[in-house]
């Protein structure tokens, strides 16, 4: 009786909440957008100058990742954000094309549903909120329950960023009592117009099954090539960087590392010198039984914690300055558990004897999971970037960089995203790392610009049965066949 209580506290919750959300959207669309701007970069500031604290709250209550980086994540969530949009025209009429007398006015969604995770509670929330507001929507968040009161006080943090910069604070409203009811309940509810979910592949499905326009993204699970011209210590660096950043919560972190054959010996060496433990065949088995559960998804106790804790989890003994585990693979898809996304410091390494057969085994890794999301690459021959980019089934090619970090745009000038979209492929609405030109609709103004004879007369002539197009290129074809012909013949 007492859940079923909570549940119908909650439904109401969010009743309650759309309806505040609706009414600060109507009087947002009223502002300019130096008005809208004001707002944004408040809460911007407010971000940056909670970042540890909010960092703090996160780390403590999940358990995941490193305090230090999600610091990172909360500054970068805030101030890259808006350093990236703050120029944008979102409001109003932002374009005008007087050649062909066509306006674009911009139009906000109206009401977001924003479901957040428990692996960037406190950033993706700032995030969610910038964007949101930068197109002049509002947001209602669904924390996950495991991260909710970090959430709630990053709400907290916008809600009074928004009040001191003028704003009504409804625009930012989050569950306070997170359950799958009122989960659901917020993605149907008529006066959603769009839902921005960032979590599980579980929670993405239903968010695109419940009939309200989404935007979702599918599991990472990219692959870091190491080609041939690469300076593997930048390489291995850049690589370990990435995948130890907060303990490797990011999904568009490196998954596995693929070198050539001839490579294996020193590529391995140097990872190690910087800190990766390669595990046996009976460690390898050992952890790789522990790290999924049956039902062939990621363990939820690996993620975001360190080597080492993974290590005593598992029950294996690794050094204790090792700050990733790797382990040799041999194959992709079901039995081979380092194929898969790993949201924490473990590595698969593959080999193959070219960058043909490498292209091809990163694309059977994403098509197996993660395709769509974001493949990595360290190399110095740009034709080889032409190669895979043209083959490898993912939004984001990123080179020479780490890919966690490039992949939300923080070290590329990719658009700085918490949330990455994976295209048709990865069963995404978009390809895109989301922005706030994603959460508007545009509306055309269109002007006359010829009449209905003037389309008559440029119809093609089709008097004798068949239509000829009115207008043709100054070209004699059949001089040009003619001359050919001679030209065969003299030869």
Do not use: W
């Not at 809460?43 to 999600?70: C, I, P, Q, W, Y």
């Not at 964007?131 to 709400?155: D, M, Q």
């Not at 939004?395 to 658009?415: E, F, H, K």
């Amino acid at each position: 009786m007492q859940l079923y209580d909570k549940d119908l506290l909650s439904v109401q919750e969010v009743r309650e909440l759309v309806e505040k959300a609706k009414a600060a959207q109507e009087e947002l669309s009223h502002k300019s957008q130096k008005e809208v701007d004001a707002i944004v970069r408040s809460v911007a500031s407010a971000g940056v100058r909670n970042a540890k604290r909010l960092a703090a709250m996160a780390h403590e209550e999940t358990g995941f990742g490193v305090e230090a980086d999600k610091v990172i994540k909360n500054v970068f969530a805030s101030e890259g954000v808006y350093e990236h949009i703050k120029d944008m025209k979102t409001i109003g009429e932002i374009c005008r094309d007087e050649r062909n007398r066509i306006r674009t006015i911009a139009v906000p969604v109206g009401v977001i549903a924003g479901l957040i995770p428990s692996t960037n509670p406190t950033s993706t929330a700032l995030y969610k909120s910038e964007i949101a507001i930068k197109a002049g929507n509002a947001i209602v968040f669904s924390p996950h329950p495991n991260a909710r009161n970090c959430i709630l006080e990053t709400v907290k943090v916008i809600r009074q960023a928004i009040a001191e910069a003028g704003g009504n604070e409804d625009l930012v409203t989050c569950i306070t009592i997170p359950t799958l009811q009122a989960t659901d309940n917020l993605m149907h509810h008529a006066d959603v117009s769009m839902i921005l979910a960032t979590g599980g592949s579980a929670m993405v499905r239903a968010a695109y099954s419940s009939g309200t326009p989404a935007i979702g993204v599918g599991p990472g699970n990219g692959p870091a090539y190491i080609e041939k011209t690469a300076d593997i210590p930048v390489a291995v660096k850049r690589i370990m960087d990435s995948k130890t950043f907060d303990n490797g919560t990011i999904c568009a972190s490196e998954q596995s590392v693929v070198c050539d054959d001839n490579m294996a010996e020193a590529v391995q060496s140097e990872m190690e010198r910087q800190g990766a433990y390669f595990l046996t065949k009976e460690e390898s088995k050992k952890l790789g039984a522990f790290i999924l559960r049956a039902n062939g998804t990621m363990n939820p106790m690996i993620v975001g914690k360190s080597a080492q804790v993974i290590a005593d989890l598992a029950g294996i003994d690794i050094p204790k300055d090792a700050r990733v585990i790797v382990a040799k693979e041999d194959g992709i898809g079901r039995g081979h558990p380092y194929s898969n996304e790993k949201l924490a410091p473990i590595l698969a390494f593959y080999t193959a004897p070219s960058y043909v057969e490498i292209c091809e085994l990163c694309q059977d890794i994403l098509h197996y999971e993660g395709a769509g999301h974001t493949f990595s690459m360290h190399t110095k021959d740009e034709k080889m970037v032409d190669y895979f980019a043209k083959r490898i089934p993912a939004s984001r090619i990123i080179v020479n960089t780490p890919s966690a970090l490039g992949g939300i745009g923080g070290t590329t000038g990719l658009q700085p995203a918490l949330t990455l979209g994976c295209g048709a492929i990865g069963g995404s609405a978009t390809s895109e790392n989301v922005g706030p030109k994603n959460l508007m609709n545009l509306r055309y103004v269109a002007e006359g610009i010829r009449e209905i004879e003037d389309v008559k007369a440029a119809l093609p002539d089709c008097s004798s049965g068949i239509c000829k197009p009115t207008k043709q290129d100054d070209v004699d074809i059949d001089a040009i066949v003619t001359e050919i012909i001679k030209r065969l013949h003299n030869a």
